[in-house]
């Protein structure tokens, strides 16, 4: 093999493996990120019926999906994003959307079945 091709396969190499390791690692920021701010909203983690985190191949946003004991007409949707570098949890953006199970959409203020939790607003969390 030719040193080109070494050195490209060691490039290569290194990229999927900074991947691999990056994605568990955002991962796990989420789930923290997303209990604290459960715990603000009074949230406690004894009350997830149901969770699910999804994310695109090369996309570093996270959708944490939640569903709640106490409020199982609404599905809390968490946006993690990270904004503070490969490994830096301390920067991140953070977003919760709420959306009702009997008109898949989000619900409207004006509806009587609001949710039980609402959104602290787009958030920055240490």
Request: charged fraction near 25%; glycine fraction near 6%.
């Amino acid at each position: 093999m030719s040193k080109k091709r070494i050195f490209i396969s060691i490039i290569c190499a290194l990229i999927v493996g900074l991947w691999i390791i990056y994605n568990p690692v955002q991962k796990h920021f989420a789930e923290q990120k997303m209990y604290k701010y459960m715990k603000k909203q009074g949230i406690k983690k004894d009350n997830i019926e149901s969770k699910k985190i999804t994310t695109g191949l090369l996309n570093t946003d996270y959708y944490i999906t939640v569903k709640l004991k106490d409020d199982p007409n609404f599905q809390y949707e968490y946006l993690y994003q990270p904004r503070g570098g490969l490994f830096n949890p301390k920067h991140c953006y953070f977003r919760l959307s709420v959306y009702s199970d009997k008109t898949n959409g989000e619900y409207s203020v004006g509806n009587k079945n609001i949710p039980k939790y609402l959104s602290l607003g787009d958030d920055l969390i240490d």
